[in-house]
């Protein structure tokens, strides 16, 4: 579950991140542990509180590595995030039943 956060920095971050997160695709997250998270992007959430009881935002998206397993990230743990969509990844994570290529249909 994200941290909802009204730091104007926090704010920035998750604004950051979500322009980095690609919405479809694969990526890679490193986190501020430098542990790097590679895999398909399955969902992102970013939002507000809509001002109740004070603006308050938050970012997340959830990641499927070639394991399988479903990582949930929180924006304000990120330290960066990229594309590393390529033919030749495209192809890998399609062989482990991770993506369709449309292209293929």
């Known amino acids: 579950m994200a ?5 104007i920095d926090d704010i ?10 690609p919405l479809d695709g694969i990526a890679r997250i ?24 004070g603006w308050q935002y938050y ?20 330290r960066s995030a990229s594309s590393i969509w390529s033919r030749e990844t495209a192809a890998e994570y399609e062989r482990l039943g991770l993506l369709v290529n449309v292209q293929r249909i």
């Not at 941290?3 to 730091?7: E, K």
């Not at 986190?31 to 507000?48: C, F, H, P």
């Not at 990641?63 to 924006?75: A, P, S």
């Open 3 to 7: 941290r909802w956060s009204s730091s």
């Open 12 to 21: 920035l971050k998750i604004r950051l991140v979500a322009r980095q997160i």
């Open 30 to 53: 490193v986190l501020l542990d430098d542990t790097a998270i590679e895999g398909v992007i399955r969902e992102v959430n970013v939002g507000n509180s809509g001002g109740h009881g």
């Open 59 to 78: 970012g997340e998206c959830q990641i499927e590595t070639r394991k399988k397993h479903l990582r949930t990230v929180d924006y304000l743990d990120v």
